[in-house]
T-cell receptor, first 114, second 111 residues
Framework: GAGVSQSPSNKVTEKGKDVELRCDPISGHTALYWYRQSLGQGLEFLIYFQGNSAPDKSGLPSDRFSAERTGGSVSTLTIQRTQQEDSAVYLC????????????FGPGTRLLVL | LAKITQPISMDSYEGQEVNITCSHNNIATNDYITWYQQFPSQGPRFIIQGYKTKVTNEVASLFIPADRKSSTLSLPRVSLSDTAVYYCLVGDIGSASKIIFGSGTRLSIRP
């Protein structure tokens, strides 16, 4: 079946511009996660959605970052007024329901802020 | 939150058993341990998960001592295709924000 998909696969933008990154989770998965992976580094948790509950936004690094999940499916991560330090790979994952269950990752969006 | 330490890199040869150890000294009662594999330009892929003692599946084994302050991923008879980065993850059953990934171990397998 279809896995987690993300778009775009690559994004180059100029400092100060806004960007939107999209994630399509596996159908039926109620849990959705966003992570950031800087070059050669581990994954940094950003935000977590679980069903209709309020999202866990505790990992968002600043108020320039926001995310939403419409209809319990597709999610969009928005970065406003991008900075060069925002350059990283942004990974989305989904799991069936709870945090301890296997997370299925998408291929990521590679963001470069010039 | 658990602080995770794992070796930056390891080298081995085809057919060998590889053991990668992850240190998580301040692991909490609700934390579980998971290992992921990541190839270049791909998202991480689940390998194995455990809470205590030993877990085995078709690709790996996970050894967790009684104090749970470390865990060891064991890959039997590695092949060239096992060359990847391996991440140790410690996560709270009830909170996504308490999921911590290690910095990863870059495993290189030689012929």
């Amino acid at each position: 079946g279809a896995g987690v998909s993300q778009s775009p696969s690559n994004k180059v933008t100029e400092k100060g511009k806004d960007v939107e990154l999209r994630c399509d989770p596996i159908s039926g998965h109620t849990a959705l996660y966003w992570y950031r992976q800087s070059l050669g580094q581990g994954l940094e948790f950003l935000i977590y959605f679980q069903g209709n509950s309020a999202p866990d936004k505790s990992g968002l690094p600043s108020d320039r970052f926001s995310a939403e999940r419409t209809g319990g499916s597709v999610s969009t991560l928005t970065i406003q007024r991008t900075q060069q330090e925002d350059s990283a790979v942004y990974l989305c994952a989904s799991s069936l329901s709870r945090t301890q269950e296997t997370q299925y990752f998408g291929p990521g969006t590679r963001l470069l802020v010039l | 939150l658990a602080k995770i330490t794992q070796p930056i890199s390891m080298d081995s040869y085809e057919g060998q058993e590889v053991n990668i150890t992850c240190s998580h000294n301040n692991i909490a009662t609700n934390d579980y341990i998971t290992w992921y594999q990541q190839f270049p330009s791909q998202g991480p892929r689940f390998i194995i998960q455990g809470y205590k003692t030993k877990v085995t599946n078709e690709v790996a084994s996970l050894f967790i001592p009684a104090d749970r302050k470390s865990s060891t991923l064991s890959l039997p008879r590695v092949s060239l295709s096992d060359t990847a980065v391996y991440y140790c993850l410690v996560g709270d059953i009830g909170s996504a924000s308490k999921i911590i990934f290690g910095s990863g171990t870059r495993l290189s397998i030689r012929p």
